[in-house]
């Protein structure tokens, strides 16, 4: 059984940085791209950044500049790192990775973590 298990979220000040992580665990073959979604309170969700396996990215205009995605294969893991946080980031983060399961299935399958709160707040 394939998880996506978040960490590092909080309450932080206007300005102030935060770094989430998600690491991916069970049985699976490779793990293609992972990104960051984000839903605030009444809003849809929506794609904060993506990085491919090859580590190509790209990111939503809100946050270009301020965040970084980066990936560590090895660890199966994906961070997001948040500077210049503002109120207008307050929202609950997801991890979001597709991955094959198996060698003789060629197909990935969408996986999503439980979500992380950010609450950026003076």
């Known amino acids: 059984q394939v998880q996506l298990v978040e960490s590092g979220g909080g309450l932080v000040q206007p300005g102030g940085s935060l770094r989430l992580s998600c690491a991916a665990s069970?049985?699976?073959?490779?793990?293609?791209?992972m990104g960051w979604y984000r839903q605030a309170l009444g809003k849809e969700r929506e794609l904060v950044a993506h990085i491919t396996s090859g580590g190509s990215t790209n990111y939503a205009d809100s946050v270009k500049g301020r965040f970084t995605v980066s990936r560590d294969n090895a660890k199966n893991t994906v961070y997001l790192q948040m500077n210049t946080l503002k109120p207008e980031d307050t929202a609950v983060y997801y991890c979001?990775?597709?991955?094959?399961?198996?060698?003789?299935?060629?197909?990935?399958?969408?996986?999503w973590g439980q979500g992380t709160q950010v609450t950026v707040s003076s």
């Open positions: 979001n990775a597709d991955i094959r399961l198996a060698p003789w299935d060629g197909q990935y399958y969408d996986y």
């Open positions: 069970g049985s699976f073959f490779s793990i293609n791209a």
